[in-house]
């Protein structure tokens, strides 16, 4: 474990962070709750804890480092008929991440959401269409960090019996981070924003009335970024490379084109109508220009509630 | 004038005879039991009484029914009715609904709604009906549109009763949503007497129920 990755941020840093985080969530619940008692707005928290067991995408051993993530989202939306077919939903949302060792990476996102839904009929089995756009803004505790995240996602499903629910999404994301400087005469320091294309699939089986089995695969392209020591097999390659503190004093994060393929699988388990808890485990393996592969594990448990 | 001991004999008994008779016409009561098939007790069971004397079917105007919405699930779950009853369905969420059903037995549309004012649905037609909200896929609600005015449903004790039931003979038969067969196969003979009760006792086979989930997760498209 490097040195910097233990060392954190200093205690002033993590009450900035708290008491803006505090300061967010308490703005939407007085905006927001009172709203709940008139109109559609609907109220939900995830938490989730899970474990990377290789957090920096690295693909030497030596580089890798894992940690445990806390991470709980609060998100509030309202939902706008918009004539028999469509709706419109708005909302936004306010997320925080708290690494067990990488403390560097903990943060904090405060987001907003459009989008537009389509079904064909009514009804719990009619097949849909959503076009989706976010933006969202993430603090981190190293600052260098810190990104505006831009998403837009064509999303389509349908339920279809009482078992099986399948759904998937196509998703463009652009993550704008504060240029770093160049540490490489030539090569952009900007390793933090990225440009990613991922196409996903997901199915949900119905087991009995509480219990469902998930199932997701995943394909991802664009940028990867990789936080290892020096190296030419992966400077050679690298389309941006960065200081990566975060991570410890001689690490570097180096952003390079890669495919990503992946799967999940998850059982979830509703024991009130409002509740869901969540086992699940993702597994992703990344094959990045230059030979620069990498592969992470990540066992989780989740929470979910809706009010 | 004293009235002939002969008269006044006859009129007691026209007098006990007219109080029995009272009992008789409108006094019985039949019981009805469901378990299921692990011996539990099965609430939500519309036990339905058709008289097999054409007289005995009063035929009383339908009462008007109301089935809520609360916390975004239809109050009552299940809900007998009598053909030809109006049913209204008010909106105490804050939160729009649209009611609809796809049932052969009655298509309906609630155009997105909030309050209580929605106009009432007449059910014409006996059946059951299964009730959906388009924007909550999970609320889920069921009428069965009885075509006898004799019906009730079991409590949570898995008992129901049906008091003042006219003496005659009756066929008895239930029906719940997870019931694995059809109703016609539960049908019971009953013969209604004076006072004395009928218990009916059912033991049926429950299948899995695999309600729409209301809060999905975080990869989960979910709602909307």
New interface residues.
């Given amino acids: 474990m490097p040195a910097a990755a233990r060392s954190g941020l200093s205690p002033r840093r993590i009450q900035s962070s708290v008491a803006t985080l505090n300061a967010v969530l308490s703005a939407i619940l007085l905006v927001g709750v009172p709203d709940l008692a008139r109109s559609d707005w609907t109220l939900g928290t995830d938490t989730q804890l899970r474990h990377d067991n290789n957090v920096g995408n690295a693909g030497d051993y030596d580089d890798i480092v894992g940690d445990t993530i806390f991470d709980a989202r609060l998100s509030i939306f309202q939902l706008f008929p918009l004539g028999e077919n469509y709706s419109l939903s708005v909302g936004g949302d306010l997320s925080g991440e708290s690494y067990d060792r990488l403390k560097g990476l903990n943060n904090a996102s405060l987001g907003g959401a459009l989008a537009v839904k389509r079904k064909w009929g009514l009804g719990a089995y009619a097949p849909w269409v959503r076009i989706g756009l976010s933006i969202a803004r993430s603090d981190y505790n190293d600052d260098y960090r810190n990104a505006t995240v831009y998403r837009t996602t064509l999303s389509a499903g349908q339920r279809l019996d009482e078992r099986w629910n399948v759904w998937a999404e196509y998703a463009y994301e652009r993550r704008a981070a504060s240029g770093q400087p160049e540490l490489v005469p030539g090569i952009s320091g900007d390793a933090y924003s990225q440009v990613n294309q991922k196409l996903s699939g997901n199915a949900e089986y119905a087991l009995d009335e509480r219990t469902f089995l998930v199932f997701g695969f995943l394909l991802r392209y664009g940028d990867v970024v990789s936080t290892a020591e020096p190296s030419l097999g992966i400077f050679s390659v690298s389309r941006a490379i960065a200081a990566d503190p975060a991570f410890g004093p001689d690490e570097y994060a180096y952003k390079l084109p890669g495919t990503t393929f992946g799967f999940s699988v998850g059982i979830n388990y509703s024991p009130t109508s409002h509740n869901l808890l969540g086992i699940g485990f993702q597994r992703l393996d990344t094959h990045a220009d230059g030979g620069n592969s990498y592969t992470k594990s990540i066992p989780e448990i989740s929470w979910n509630y809706r009010f | 004038m004293e009235l002939p001991l002969l008269v006044k004999v006859l009129a007691a008994a026209t007098g006990i005879a007219m109080l029995i008779g009272a009992r008789t016409a409108a006094g019985a009561v039949i019981y009805a039991s469901v378990k299921d098939q692990h011996g539990k007790p099965v609430a939500d069971t519309v036990v339905s009484v058709t008289p097999l004397d054409p007289k005995n079917a009063l035929r009383t105007k339908p009462p008007a029914v109301v089935i809520d919405q609360v916390d975004k ?1 239809f109050v009552a779950y299940v809900t007998p009715i009598y053909v030809g009853s109006r049913v209204r369905f008010p909106n105490n969420d ?3 609904h ?1 009611v ?1 059903s ?1 049932s052969p037995a009655k298509r309906f ?1 609630l155009p ?1 709604y909030a309050g209580t004012d929605a106009p009432p649905v007449l059910f014409d037609k006996p059946g059951v009906v299964v009730l ?1 909200c ?2 909550h ?2 609320m889920i609600g069921y009428i069965y549109v009885s075509e006898t005015p004799f019906f009730t449903k079991t409590g949570s004790a898995g008992t129901a009763s049906l008091e003042d039931m006219p003496s005659g003979d009756y066929l008895v038969k239930i029906w719940h949503p997870r019931m694995d067969g059809t109703e016609v196969a539960t049908t019971r003979s009953a013969t209604v007497g004076a006072v004395t009760p009928v218990n009916l006792e059912w033991q049926i086979t429950l299948k ?14 979910g ?2």
């Avoid at chain 2, 309600?211 to 989960?220: D, E, K, L, M, Q």
């Fill in positions: 699930q804050n939160v729009r649209q609809y796809f549309d997105l959906g388009n924007i896929d999970w899995p129920s695999f309600r729409i989930p209301r809060v999905s997760g975080a990869a989960s498209p709602y909307p």
